[in-house]
C-alpha cells in the first residue's frame, strides 16, 4: 500500500500563487508516475499534471505556463507550483501515484481562488 498525504491548498487572489506538496510513504518501492488531478464542482475529475519517475512532465492546456511539476530526489515527493491563479482553477485538487500494479490517490486538498 502506498500512501499519499497532500498540504498547500487554501483561499488565493486572483493572480496570486500556491504551492501543493504530496509525500508518498509506504510501500513505495516501485513508485512510478506521480500527477495532480483537479475536480471541481458538478465536473468530472480532469487531469492537471504529471511527471514520471525520470521526468517527463505533462500538462494540461490550460495549465500550460502557469503551472510547474516537479519532483524532489528521492522521487517520494511531487510539487505542484500555481502561479497566475483563475477563479476557474478553483477545484480540489488529488494527488496521484502510479505503482506496477494499481493507482492511488490522496484525500485531495481544496484550492480557491476568489476576491
Known amino acids: 500500500q502506498v500512501q499519499l498525504v497532500e498540504s498547500g491548498g487554501g483561499l488565493v487572489q486572483p493572480g496570486g500563487s500556491l504551492r501543493l506538496s504530496c509525500a508518498a510513504s509506504?510501500?513505495?518501492?516501485?513508485?512510478?508516475?506521480m500527477g495532480w488531478y483537479r475536480q471541481a464542482p458538478g465536473k468530472q475529475r480532469e487531469l492537471v499534471a504529471t511527471?514520471?519517475?525520470?521526468?517527463?512532465?505533462n500538462y494540461a492546456d490550460s495549465v500550460k505556463g502557469r503551472f510547474t511539476i516537479s519532483r524532489d530526489n528521492a522521487k517520494t515527493t511531487v510539487y505542484l507550483q500555481m502561479n497566475s491563479l483563475k477563479p476557474e482553477d478553483t477545484a480540489v485538487y488529488y494527488c496521484?501515484?502510479?505503482?506496477?500494479?494499481?493507482?492511488?490517490w490522496g484525500q485531495g486538498t481544496q484550492v480557491t481562488v476568489s476576491s
Open positions: 496521484n501515484a502510479q505503482t506496477a500494479f494499481r493507482s492511488y
Open positions: 509506504g510501500n513505495i518501492f516501485g513508485l512510478g508516475a
Open positions: 511527471i514520471t519517475h525520470g521526468g517527463t512532465t
